[in-house]
């Protein structure tokens, strides 16, 4: 079975802080992919990055970072000097093919970590 | 208009109403999805649909009934729901039927109260 597990139910900073959400993943599939999602105040989830399995290479966009390391399951996203606009929800999730299946979507997420920024 | 639209965005209905939620989106994309939020929940696959056919339906109950006219529109018709049934409800949608690669994109959601 997959499972993803984001351990931070909560996370409140100051802002100009740097922050790390984690993200703990299982799953038997060799080829899968692993996504975050924002979900501000609005509810629209929106999509920030994907990461296949076989590419370990870490990504910078901008104040985002995600640190995916295979020895250790866990797509780790890291936001560099935080602002108050990056108070939302944040989802990790695992899409995989679940043993020969088709996926269609069978995104598993974590639980979300509220991350809050104060001014 | 761009993305995927949800429509209402706030619900309220008692336990014998019928309604339905409406979900369009602008994406040129072939599956679309129904989800469920619930407070300290993880979020729920209900139904996905691909080219208009239904390929998923997660042990959902039959008072939630969803229609796809069209790839473009996605339904969700409620009846007899129970207050459990409180829930942020998203449509989503995602650009390869069976691409286990291919991000979704949500809509805002409906924010559906039972009474």
């Known amino acids: 079975a997959q499972k993803v597990t984001q351990a931070q139910t909560e996370i409140s900073v100051v802002e100009k802080e740097d922050v790390t959400l984690d993200c703990v993943y299982e799953?038997?599939?060799?080829?899968?992919?692993l996504f975050w999602y924002k979900q501000p105040p609005s509810g629209e989830l929106v999509f920030l990055i994907r990461?296949?399995?076989?590419?370990?290479q870490n990504e910078i966009s901008g104040r985002y970072s995600w640190n995916f390391q295979k020895s250790t399951s866990s797509f780790n996203f890291t936001i560099t000097a935080s602002q108050v606009v990056d108070s939302a929800l944040y989802f990790c999730?695992?899409?995989?093919?679940?043993?020969?299946?088709?996926?269609?979507?069978?995104?598993?997420f974590g639980q979300g970590t509220i991350l809050t920024v104060h001014p | 208009e761009t993305g995927v639209t949800q429509t209402p965005r706030h619900l309220v209905m008692g336990m014998t109403n019928k309604k339905s939620l409406k979900c369009e989106q602008h994406l040129g994309h072939n599956a679309m999805y129904w989800y469920k939020q619930s407070a300290k929940k993880p979020l729920e696959l209900m139904f996905v649909y691909s080219l208009e056919e239904r390929v998923e339906n997660n042990s959902v109950p039959s008072r939630f009934s969803p229609e796809c006219p069209n790839s473009s529109h996605l339904f969700l018709h409620l009846h007899t729901l129970q207050p459990e049934d409180s829930a942020l409800y998203l449509c989503a949608s995602s650009q390869d039927r069976g691409a286990i690669s291919s991000p979704l994109h949500f809509g805002n959601g409906t924010r559906l109260t039972v009474t």
């Open positions: 990461r296949n399995s076989f590419d370990e």
């Open positions: 799953t038997r599939d060799t080829t899968y992919y």
């Open positions: 999730a695992l899409s995989g093919n679940l043993a020969g299946g088709t996926s269609y979507g069978k995104l598993t």
